[in-house]
């Protein structure tokens, strides 16, 4: 069936770029998304990316995606306090998730 | 932008004793909603998917008597959890998907702030 996989953890410090790597399994994707989520809180969607493109960019936010090797991933400049949160991609029409990578951002 | 509106956002009950959570699509009609629950740490599972009109598309694993699924209307789908017992305590979070407007709405698919079910 299909799988989404992250790394779980990430740590950057304030100012930097944040890099959170996402791969999946399912090649007729339609759509792949990133959403955070803060403590306690549902999920905020961030952006999503076309299958039929390689990169979209969103203000701080870079979506880079690689079809050929199933690998997705977000890039956030400027990386501020207020981004620490779990970052997850998902894919297709029903969202199979992905484990979500805990972002910790140190001043 | 669109909005999911989950109800209520925390819950406490006794074992034994049925909960009802609502999600309503707020600015656009849905008629797909999907029902994810998350533990503590770990990613959404997808439970089920809610079909306006029809009956629920449960996921594997996932009792269909034990969480009922009703989405009466284009803004609204409701999961009830009957019998609930401490092992269904858990965040329950739900979804919506915009239709394909060709304009203001792509098919993005927006989610509730989350239910957090404490089962006693």
């Known amino acids: 069936g299909e799988d989404v996989e992250q790394s779980l953890f990430l740590s950057v410090r304030e100012g930097d770029s944040s890099v959170i790597n996402c791969t999946y399994t399912d090649s007729s994707s339609t759509y792949l998304y990133w959403y955070k989520q803060e403590p306690g809180a549902g999920l905020q969607l961030l952006t999503y990316i076309f299958s039929n493109m390689d990169m979209k960019q969103d203000q701080r936010l870079t979506v880079l995606l690689n079809k050929k090797d199933k690998h997705l991933s977000l890039r956030i400049a400027d990386t501020q306090t207020g981004d620490s949160a779990i970052y997850f991609c998902a894919e297709g029409g029903k969202l199979i998730f992905g484990q979500g990578t805990e972002l910790s951002v140190k001043p | 932008g669109a909005v999911v509106s989950q109800h209520p956002s925390r819950v406490i009950c006794k074992s034994g004793t049925s909960v009802k959570i609502e999600c309503r699509s707020l600015?656009?009609?849905?008629?797909?909603m999907f029902w994810y629950r998350q533990f503590p740490k770990q990613s959404l599972m997808l439970m089920a998917t809610?079909?306006?009109?029809?009956?629920?598309?449960?996921e594997q694993g996932v009792e269909k008597d034990k969480f009922l699924i009703n989405h009466a209307s284009l803004t609204l789908s409701t999961l009830t959890v009957t019998s609930a017992h401490p092992e269904d305590s858990s965040f329950y979070i739900c979804s919506a998907r915009t239709p394909w407007t060709g304009g203001k709405h792509t098919g993005e698919l927006f989610f509730g702030e989350g239910s957090r079910l404490t089962v006693l």
């Open positions: 809610s079909n306006e009109g029809s009956k629920a598309t449960y």
């Open positions: 600015d656009f009609q849905a008629t797909t």
